[in-house]
């Protein structure tokens, strides 16, 4: 293993500190390839001796579609990986065989697999996570991957999940603007699929909007919102729905 490198799609940041930990235990001078806001720059492929820690979020059960597609122009040599998602406590349902199946054929060799829980984008649900005890279990698992390669493990790790997969891959909820919009543009310029207009803000392309509340995280002036009777009662009864806490999965 030469070099190690961490690659995110990862609006509100959970995925990328999931992927990132792993990546820094293994390698405390690991590359770092954000693919949140725009796809990967033209590249030589990764090589067999390189290890790549992929991290993204699930959707309603799937991969978001600009993760797979950003993904989908890397290339690997027999490049052994990581594959990691970050779900918000209810389930992660067949994203994580999905990231695994993408990858594969890119010429990538998934060793070692990982669930973890994150916040939740709707609601109060697992607020602050990945908290200090994810970290430290991302750490052990991360040493379990390193003796694994020390030791010469191929084997890929059984990821549950079914083919075809379910629908998912976006949320059903679209920002609200208040009048508190300066027309600054940053959520216009952070939006990870360019689904606000740039001329009003206040409009947002619902076709192409993944629900992953990245503007409302970001706005300034706190004009973005969810602030609707819908999404109030909805996020409510979600919250106390998905109040038990999960535990991470981690797969050898």
């Known amino acids: 293993m030469s070099h190690v490198t961490a690659v995110s799609f990862s609006p509100t940041g959970g995925s990328q500190k999931g992927a990132l930990s792993i990546a820094r235990e293994l390698d405390p001078n690991c590359s770092f390839l954000d693919l949140t806001l725009q796809p990967p720059a033209a590249r030589e492929p990764f090589g067999p001796t390189d290890l790549v820690v992929f991290g993204a979020p699930v ?11 950003r993904f989908s122009m890397l290339r690997g040599q027999n490049t052994p990986c990581i594959v990691t998602v970050t779900y918000g406590n209810r389930d992660f349902d067949d994203a994580l065989l999905e990231l695994a199946q993408l990858v ?21 649900i697992a607020v602050g996570r990945p908290d200090q005890a994810d970290l ?9 991957v390193r003796q694994k390669l020390d030791q010469g493990g191929t084997t890929p790790p ?11 891959g976006a949320g059903a909820f679209h920002p609200r603007t208040s009048e508190a919009c300066v027309h600054c543009g940053t959520c216009v310029r952070e939006c990870p699929v360019g689904a606000i207009d740039a001329e009003d803000p206040s409009r947002i392309d619902a076709a192409h909007c993944l629900s992953c509340f990245r503007c409302i995280k970001v706005c300034p002036t706190k004009a973005k919102n969810m602030d609707t009777p819908a999404y109030r009662t909805f996020a409510a009864a979600f919250s106390l729905k998905l109040r038990e806490r999960r535990d ?5």
Do not use: C, D, K, W
């Open 104 to 124: 594969t054929p890119l010429g990538f060799r998934p060793i070692a697999a990982a669930a973890l829980v994150a916040q939740h984008t709707y609601g109060e």
């Open 248 to 252: 991470n999965l981690y797969l050898l």
């Open 136 to 144: 430290e279990q991302n750490v052990l698992f991360a040493q379990q």
């Open 59 to 69: 959707y309603s059960g799937r991969l978001p579609s600009p993760a797979a597609a």
């Open 158 to 168: 059984a990821i549950p999940g079914n083919y075809p997969y379910r629908e998912g």
